[in-house]
């Protein structure tokens, strides 16, 4: 023996608990198989067993004979009891050599397995391979993609949770009574013909009391398992539908199994022949297994088919639930018309419950968690948190609207199969949750508006804030779960809450009132309900704030009649800037005037309910005839400056130095038209009015005559 075999035999030694001669033994006796797996051309595994002994039994059956025995083998055969053990080695080099005697430890790969095979699978498989793979770092994955990945991980999780429930199911499934080995021995007759089994009772004592008190503990334990369990969490998903489906078809394959054996043949044939007590309930309960364990076969066929589609009620978002809800629903539909079992309007009704309560539980997931992580729902940012929460309410409106066109797409056909289930059961809980979620949209939506109101520092209004952050200070104390809709407590709480908040706005509706009580500009006014629209939503706040549209606009008529007027009065002799020309100093009142009442008009034409009201008409008539007397105004005063410039550039031809006539003097000959030509020039220019060009000549010579002028 090497270090190969050495450490082969260690591993079974600590395995089996077995001495090492007894593992030595064995090794040296079967050396050959050993060589031949531990290079790379022979089997890759070999097994290690430890049971009794297996011979065949009367009815052919392979029992266990004897004490346990270590055994060897390229082959696992079958474990016989629940003691019975193997230790299994697994080549898994690439190396040409095969199994090197300084690295076993890194060349094989060992593990242990007992009579319950699929609970060693689903113990490996959720004990070691599932933590191992997702706690792979992405570089260890190489070029796999990070989506593929991410599938693969949730469907091994998957799988290892239905390995689970099987083997569950199987540790609680019905084990029936065995008969007394001895006593089988005594009234069965060999050779059956066909595998058909004989016996005789004639001759053994008090054989056909045990059979019959065998077959009445069948008949107990049959019994209980043929009810079907109407109890289960009220909040369960779809998937304990189909969970309690295979649990019951492995109970009814597991007892159907039990039944094929040896043994219970034996004692239906004594039961029979012994005419016992129970029969005549067993043949009953015998067509009743049949028929539950054909229910059960074909209910989880049905909603095996329907699995993929509820998927997204557990993983998915309430966008994805509700683009799939289509393909939900005609699958549904689909079940509903041709299953055989699961037809009736109990079933249906149950189903669309529970696809209804994981719908409600995947809201609250979606609404609980921030980016992957719990966070308590006054913690959260108020915008994402509203979004989600209105995505409940689409999701539900949009599965009772698909429901609905579903059904009426059955009722097309009279004849077939319709959606005649209780809309109360299958709808009333969602209805329940998202009378819930409105009130937790209208509480977080009065906290979005008051943290605005805070983050814009407005002038007078830090009391108010500091009222409302105390009413959700004591609101946030409440112990209880904001998204159980079964807790009352929270609807009283909730009425404190507005009735405070009520208070709290009519405060701030007296202080929005005395904002605008003390502004005189109409254009000071809308900048001011700007801003406080941009922050206030709730509805009442929201109409206030559209009435003082009203009252701004009235006063803007009366704005507009003070400028008719300032203009009437003004239009011969306008107030001008210091040092301004006639003409820009004309033309700067006329816009001064525009502006005035322009701005505010451009901000009223975008509220559509003010400029359609009868009481607009007449602001907007006197709103357009001073705008366009303004707008003459200053066509008039433009139009005359232009006609003007050839008359005021005709002093450039005059003499440039005159004598006077009376005292014989030599005078500067330099028009002052020319200089006020070019200010007129400049000023329209920078005021954005079109100036011709004749005068952009003149104003581009503007150095060359100011140098002639004072050179001369």
Not at 38 to 48: E, I, K, N
Not at 172 to 192: N, Q, R
Not at 236 to 243: D, M, Q
Not at 521 to 540: M, Y
Request: net charge neutral.
């Amino acid at each position: 023996m090497d270090a190969r075999h050495r450490y082969i035999a260690t591993i079974v030694e600590d395995a089996f608990g077995v001495s090492g001669g007894m593992v030595d033994a064995v090794v040296g006796e079967h050396m050959d198989l050993l060589n031949n797996f531990l290079s790379p051309a022979g089997p890759r595994t070999v097994y290690f067993m430890y049971q009794p002994e297996l011979r065949e039994g009367p009815g052919g059956d392979l029992v266990p004979y004897g004490g346990k025995l270590l055994t060897i083998g390229d082959k696992l055969k079958a474990l016989v009891d629940e003691t019975a053990k193997a230790v299994y080695f697994i080549r898994v080099t690439q190396s040409k050599d095969g199994v090197s005697a300084k690295t076993p430890e890194l060349d094989l790969c060992s593990g242990e397995v007992n009579a319950q095979g699929l609970e060693c699978f689903q113990s490996t498989l959720q004990e070691l391979y599932g933590p191992v793979l997702e706690n792979m770092t992405h570089r260890m994955w190489g070029a796999a993609k990070k989506p593929a990945v991410d599938e693969l991980v949730a469907f091994m999780n998957k799988f290892g949770e239905g390995l689970e429930k099987a083997v569950g199911s199987l540790r609680t499934g019905i084990k029936l009574e065995k008969p007394d080995p001895k006593i089988v021995a005594e009234v069965e007759i060999p050779g059956g013909a066909g595998g058909a089994v004989s016996v005789n009772m004639e001759h053994a004592r008090g054989a056909a009391g045990h059979f019959s008190d065998v077959l009445d503990s069948w008949c107990m334990a049959v019994e209980g398992s043929l009810v079907q369990d109407a109890s289960m969490d009220s909040d369960a998903g779809p998937r304990s539908e189909f969970e309690y489906w295979r649990g019951r078809q492995a109970t009814f394959n597991g007892l159907t199994e039990q039944l094929k054996s040896h043994e219970c043949k034996v004692v239906l044939a004594a039961a029979t022949a012994s005419r016992a007590r129970s029969l005549k309930k067993w043949r009953t309960l015998d067509n009743q297994i049949t028929d539950a364990a054909n229910e059960a076969k074909d209910n989880v066929k049905y909603l095996t088919a329907l699995e993929k589609y509820i998927e997204p009620l557990y993983t998915g978002t309430t966008h994805t639930i509700i683009d799939g809800l289509p393909s939900l629903l005609n699958n549904v539909k689909m079940m509903h018309t041709i299953a055989r079992y699961y037809n009736t309007s109990e079933r249906m009704t149950t189903l669309f419950g529970k696809i209804t309560n994981q719908m409600i539980t995947n809201c609250k997931q979606q609404v609980m968690y921030e980016d992957g992580k719990k966070v308590a729902l006054w913690d959260q940012d108020s915008d994402s948190l509203l979004t989600r929460l209105e995505g409940a309410l689409l999701l539900n409106e949009a599965y009772q609207e698909h429901y609905k066109a579903t059904k009426q797409k059955l009722e097309a056909q009279p004849k077939g199969k319709q959606f005649d289930f209780s809309e109360n059961q299958i709808f009333g809980k969602f209805e329940l949750f998202c009378k819930r979620i409105q009130k937790l949209i209208d509480v977080f939506s009065t906290v979005r508006q008051f943290s605005a109101l805070g983050d814009h520092n407005l002038e007078g209004m830090q009391d108010l804030i500091a009222t409302f952050f105390s009413i959700v200070e004591e609101f946030r104390k409440k112990p209880y779960d904001l998204l159980d809709y079964t807790k009352n407590q929270f609807d009283r709480d909730y009425l404190e809450f507005n009735v405070s908040i009520h208070e709290l706005e009519t405060a701030l509706q007296s202080f929005i009132n005395a904002s605008f009580e003390n502004i005189m500009s109409t254009e000071h006014a809308l900048n001011l309900l700007k801003q406080f629209q941009a922050v206030l939503q709730r509805d009442n706040l929201k109409a206030d704030l559209d009435s003082k549209y009203m009252v701004i606009f009235h006063n803007y008529g009366l704005d507009l009649e003070t400028v008719q007027k300032l203009y009437e009065k003004l239009k011969q002799a306008p107030p001008m800037s210091r040092n301004s020309p006639p003409v820009a100093g004309n033309i700067k009142w006329a816009r001064q005037l525009l502006r005035r009442i322009e701005e505010p008009m451009r901000k009223f034409q975008a509220n559509k309910n003010i400029m359609t009201t009868k009481e607009s008409k007449k602001i907007i008539r006197t709103y357009n005839k001073v705008a366009r007397a303004l707008i003459e105004f200053e066509t008039l005063w433009h139009y005359a400056w232009t006609k003007s410039i050839d008359s005021a550039k005709a002093g450039l031809n005059a003499t440039l130095i005159i004598r006077h006539p009376e005292n014989d003097k030599l005078y500067v000959n330099f028009d002052r038209e020319i200089m006020q030509l070019i200010r007129e020039t400049k000023c329209l220019q920078r005021i954005g009015v079109e100036v011709p060009d004749s005068a952009k000549m003149v104003l581009l010579q503007e150095a060359k005559f100011k140098d002639r002028k004072s050179v001369v």
